[in-house]
């Protein structure tokens, strides 16, 4: 009973990475980058469902307000900080990034101070199925996500923009040539990323309340692990990275003789992983031209 | 080398002038008239410069990211201060154990920089990046979560206190080592190899070098040098608590190798001294919740930083507003002809400016415009 | 036959079921200036790159005065005795000219001294930087180069760059020199120049070189022999002028 429960949760916990992780391995399949402030727009987005909560009191129209801000946001970062990079060396676009995600952390404290908001989304207590006990909240993100998800690969897969994404991501200068904007192509790459991050962002509340400007960090380099374990730039790799994650931690949370070193327990697996298979597990080999 | 003459006084400036510091402050320090803040400051500062210079190795020279400069510090801090405890019964609080204590955790470091250098080997860029960020975290982790017997646990550890009249100078003529060490190296025939390797990897290897060797090489240099900072870091404070040695950490060392203009190691010095003494001051000023108007600084920093020296539309108007070509204007010195090379061999650039280090992920700009593209896919 | 310095044996490789290059048989002897030409996407560079250890041939062997090379590392097949350029030109930009030469001349046995002497400024790091950096600047003297020792890399024009690429190889001291298009895009000027320098590296240097090029010109100007290919395929292998008439060669060029 405790196996299955402890597996729920940690497929919840692991869609929510695979969300994050999504974003981050899209922007890195098109843009070519690490963007390193995506953790941080989650927690932008928990700020914003907690600024339309206050003033509202409604949680579904948080949500939308999150996401319709985080994609701003997201487009917004892009042109400012990351266009004018192109073409620079990756090196100073990660920098960037970092200052980026340090900015809005900064930016967020600035505003809301240092103690941690309490945003209590909804509560949805839990589902008895005989000695089975299930947080409602898990079922609810299992569920959304698994939509999004679903939306997001037929997206892809069947219209003019999802495939412009691929060419993109393919060649860059062979997609211009065939009329492909790349610029806007990138700019809509972030905005949905970003949007993904604020639902990210709802999740992490509803499991818990707690809201500070650090939230998106730990998550953000988590799902970003997850996006390398299932192999960078991969969309299907990405949800199955962020599962693994999510599980691997519920589980390792439940034991209490290594519950402590779970963070440290899952950065070993990313090290092992680049190590054996530095592509990740569903990764294409990037062959460079010589 | 026996005629100081104009440039080579210019490649020794950094340890005059830090010997000049060390001595006006030491002499003032040994008659007892230094104000403790001041001597605190001054350890900061020089653990700061380790970090920064030795960051700057592997940022500025070899051209690949450490996220995990923290995480070294962490382990020489540990291990050092752990080293410390055991030596006192022994030595007492001596320099004995002080030096002693600075080998095995600089070595510890050092041995780690090793390990987590291997990957370096396959691994470039982001994926480099997230490799030593996850190890510091690793690093940390797993010192918060051991035995209050062993290291303190997330109480942190006690380790012996030093004569604060002397740590500094310690600490100053560890910068001078760790200056001359970093030095030295890069303006050798193997520095020049390292910077070729960051010029362009795919370059160097048909060039014939062991690239191995040096990313391998660098990574340990700098590991340890990281260790040793951690070292005199739990001599100076007298605890070590891994909370300290977080990501952010790294990130206020990345601060100061940025600000310094990456590939300049008297950049880094300067970078680090400001500073850390921006952070010691700023604290007494910024209490609260205006203490983030100072990450606030760093972020913009960093980000306005970065992009102008590396945006490729910039590029014009950095060649022609840049601070040398100004002062050129006023000196009437042709910048195009440059003085007889044999003092200038060791000239490095002060900017990065590639665009195929990190070359794996990267499409070539030029690609639609090469004749012959299909070629070598 | 001892004097021949490079043997490939049936070279070939294929990346997935794309055959870039298949049964490729070149010998070149000591001295010689060889031609590797072909249309785009022949193969040429592949061949190159499988020469220098970036790829590793799926079938076949090479020997570099008769040592096997097949499948060796980079930088272990450079320190035997290859070296090369790019077609897309691959300085070290950031470094000066003088810099970039003395990279090509680290692991020349005359010039060892290690780590140790290095940070501790022993007397043999002095006397190493000195005669490299002797030698780095004869090197440049001979590609018209010494003037602009001290300027960045990036910054030099064109055709030099490519002057600069060869130096740099010539640096290492190889047995065999690959020059990938040295001729691409300069005027017919450079041209003629670069024709001139080529020679006389073969002749100051004993050097063997094995070069790509497209201009036809250039090639039946240079080389004494070379291997025609087309779709990874040996189409005419031999003497210059011959192989240049051969049916297929010609249809391969204008189409028929």
């Known amino acids: 009973m405790e196996f299955i429960e402890t597996l729920i949760s940690g497929l919840s916990m692991g869609s929510t990475y695979a969300m994050i992780a999504l974003g981050y391995t899209m922007v890195y399949g098109i843009a070519k980058m690490l963007n390193f402030a995506h953790g941080d727009i989650i927690m932008v987005g928990g700020y914003m469902i907690f600024v339309t909560m206050t003033a509202i009191g409604n949680p579904i129209l948080g949500l939308i307000a999150a996401v319709l801000f985080c994609m701003l946001l997201g487009v917004t970062i892009e042109k400012v900080a990351y266009k004018p990079l192109r073409g620079a060396s990756p090196l100073a676009v990660l920098i960037t990034a970092i200052g980026m995600s340090y900015l809005l952390q900064s930016t967020a404290q600035m505003i809301f101070g240092s103690a941690p908001k309490m945003v209590i989304v909804a509560d949805f207590g839990n589902l008895q199925l005989g000695e089975l006990k299930i947080p409602i909240y898990t079922l609810i993100t299992l569920g959304c996500s698994f939509v999004i998800m679903i939306a997001l690969s037929l997206f892809i897969k069947y219209t003019k923009v999802g495939r412009a994404m691929i060419a993109v991501s393919e060649d860059k200068g062979a997609a211009q040539l065939m009329g492909i904007n790349v610029n806007g192509i990138i700019t809509i790459t972030f905005a949905i990323g970003s949007a993904l991050a604020a639902f990210a962002g709802f999740f992490m509340l509803m499991k818990s309340p707690s809201l500070s400007n650090t939230l998106g960090a730990m998550p953000g380099i988590k799902a970003f692990t997850a996006a390398v374990i299932g192999g960078i730039g991969s969309i299907p790799g990405a949800m199955v990275g962020g599962v693994l994650m999510g599980v691997v931690e519920a589980f390792s949370l439940n034991v209490s003789a290594i519950a402590p070193y779970t963070d440290a327990i899952e950065f070993l697996i990313l090290i092992i992983i680049l190590l054996v298979k530095p592509t990740g597990i569903l990764g294409k080999v990037r062959r460079e031209k010589v | 080398m026996l005629k100081l003459g104009n440039a080579k006084l210019k490649h020794y400036i950094n340890y005059i002038a830090i010997a000049i510091v060390t001595l006006v402050f030491g002499g003032i320090s040994l008659s007892g008239s230094l104000p403790f803040s001041t001597i605190n400051l001054l350890e900061k500062i020089a653990i700061s410069i380790i970090l920064a210079t030795s960051l700057s190795m592997v940022v500025g020279f070899l051209g690949e990211l450490s996220l995990g400069h923290a995480g070294f510090m962490c382990l020489g801090a540990y291990i050092g201060g752990k080293a410390s405890c055991l030596l006192e019964p022994v030595f007492g609080n001596s320099i004995v154990s002080l030096i002693i204590s600075l080998i095995v955790g600089g070595t510890v470091a050092a041995v780690f920089g090793i390990i987590i250098g291997l990957p370096a080997l396959r691994l470039k860029g982001d994926y480099l990046a997230i490799v030593t960020l996850a190890f510091g975290e690793i690093v940390r982790t797993v010192f918060m979560n051991s035995s209050s017997e062993s290291f303190g646990g997330s109480l942190g550890l006690s380790t012996p206190r030093y004569d604060k009249k002397y740590l500094f100078i310690i600490a100053f003529v560890l910068v001078i080592i760790c200056l001359a060490v970093i030095q030295n190296f890069i303006r050798s025939k193997h520095g020049r190899a390292i910077t070729s390797i960051r010029d362009n990897e795919i370059a160097a290897r048909a060039t014939g070098i062991n690239v191995t060797k040096y990313k391998l090489s660098v990574f340990t240099i700098s590991s340890l040098f990281a260790g040793i900072a951690g070292v005199l870091y739990s001599y100076s404070n007298y605890r070590v608590q891994s909370v300290n040695f977080d990501y952010n950490y790294s990130i206020e060392i990345l601060v100061m190798v940025v600000l310094g203009g990456m590939g300049s190691i008297n950049g880094a010095i300067i970078a680090a001294t400001l500073i850390t003494y921006l952070d010691t001051t700023l604290q007494t000023v910024l209490t609260g919740n205006l203490a983030v108007l100072q990450d606030l600084f760093y972020a913009l920093i960093l980000i306005i930083l970065v992009i102008y020296n590396n945006a490729p539309s910039l590029k014009t108007f950095r060649t022609t507003h840049n601070l040398k070509s100004i002062l050129n204007k006023f000196s009437k010195h042709d910048p195009s002809h440059r003085r007889d090379d044999e003092a200038k061999w060791d000239r490095v650039p002060t900017k990065i400016e590639m665009n195929e280090v990190l070359s794996v992920d990267i499409q070539p700009t030029s690609s639609t415009l090469n004749p012959d593209k299909k070629e070598g896919k | ?256």
């Not at chain 3, 060796?72 to 810099?99: C, D, S």
Request: proline share 4%.
């Open chain 3, 1 to 256: 036959m001892s004097d021949i310095i490079l043997k490939t044996e049936n070279l070939g490789i294929s990346f997935g079921g794309l055959k870039a290059a298949q049964n490729v048989n070149i010998e070149i002897r000591k001295k010689q200036l060889y031609g590797l030409v072909g249309p785009n996407g022949a193969g040429k560079t592949t061949i190159f790159n499988m020469l220098t250890g970036v790829y590793q041939p799926t079938t076949g062997k090479f020997y570099l005065d008769g040592e096997d090379l097949t499948g060796k590392g980079q930088e272990f097949i450079n320190h035997k005795g290859i070296a090369r350029t790019f077609q897309n030109i691959r300085l070290f930009n950031n470094m000066t000219v003088i810099n970039n030469v003395m990279v090509g001349l680290h692991n020349l046995p005359e010039f060892k001294c290690n780590f140790f002497e290095s940070i501790f400024r022993l007397p043999r790091f002095f006397k190493t930087e000195k005669a490299m950096r002797k030698k780095a600047r004869e090197l440049l003297k001979i590609f018209d180069l010494e003037e602009e020792r001290n300027n960045l890399a990036c910054n030099l024009p064109y055709g030099k760059q490519r002057k600069l690429e060869i130096a740099r190889a010539l640096a290492t001291n190889p047995k065999l020199l690959l020059l990938d298009e040295p001729a691409a895009g300069m005027n017919p000027h450079e041209t003629e120049d670069l024709v001139k320098t080529v020679k006389y590296i073969r002749d100051h240097f004993d050097m063997t070189i094995l070069l790509i090029e497209h201009d036809m010109k250039f090639v039946a100007g240079l080389c004494d022999e070379i291997t025609f290919l087309n779709f990874g395929t040996v189409l005419a292998q031999g003497e210059t002028k011959a192989a240049l008439n051969n049916p297929e060669v010609i249809k391969a060029y204008i189409g028929g």
